[in-house]
């Protein structure tokens, strides 16, 4: 929680989620629907907030369903859930490290020598990078070292 003016007065506010990234900045994600993102006062106090974060070194955002409801994030988000916490193998991960960085490479043919379950758990954990917002991750993806 902190607290922005918002028309010379003091207001608190407190985000829906904090988002610790793997370079160390912090992200602000508020959740709203739609409609009541796009409201004239939520879109005043947004605006407030996000200078303020930014100032800070962090990012703010704003997901509503329209953002939620993409196609690849409804595929993806529960398909690389059940990965997180899984184990990547040292060998896969001097691997990614040495062959992903070159170029992006098809889902598929890192699949063939690392094994499925080890690329899912490396896009789930952030090794591997790959565009999971607009389309389902499926053999021909293109996937690059993150």
């Not at 930014?54 to 939620?68: H, I």
């Not at 490290?97 to 992006?104: D, F, K, V």
């Amino acid at each position: 929680m902190f607290r922005p003016s918002l028309e010379e007065r003091l207001c608190s506010y407190t985000p829906d989620y904090l988002i610790v990234l793997r370079d160390g900045r912090r992200c602000l994600v508020e959740v709203k629907y739609h409609a009541e993102a796009e409201r004239p006062d939520n879109k005043r106090r947004y605006d407030t907030v996000t200078p303020l974060v930014e100032q800070a070194g962090g990012l703010f955002a704003v997901f509503t369903e329209k953002t939620l409801n993409q196609a690849g994030l409804r595929t993806n988000l529960p398909l690389l859930e059940q990965y997180r916490f899984s184990l990547i193998p040292t060998a896969a991960r001097s691997w990614i490290a040495t062959n992903l960085g070159q170029r992006p490479q098809s889902f598929s043919t890192v699949a063939n020598i690392l094994g499925r379950e080890t690329v899912l758990a490396a896009i789930a954990q952030g090794l591997i990078r790959a565009d999971i917002r607009r389309t389902p991750i499926e053999a021909q993806s293109r996937i690059w070292r993150a």
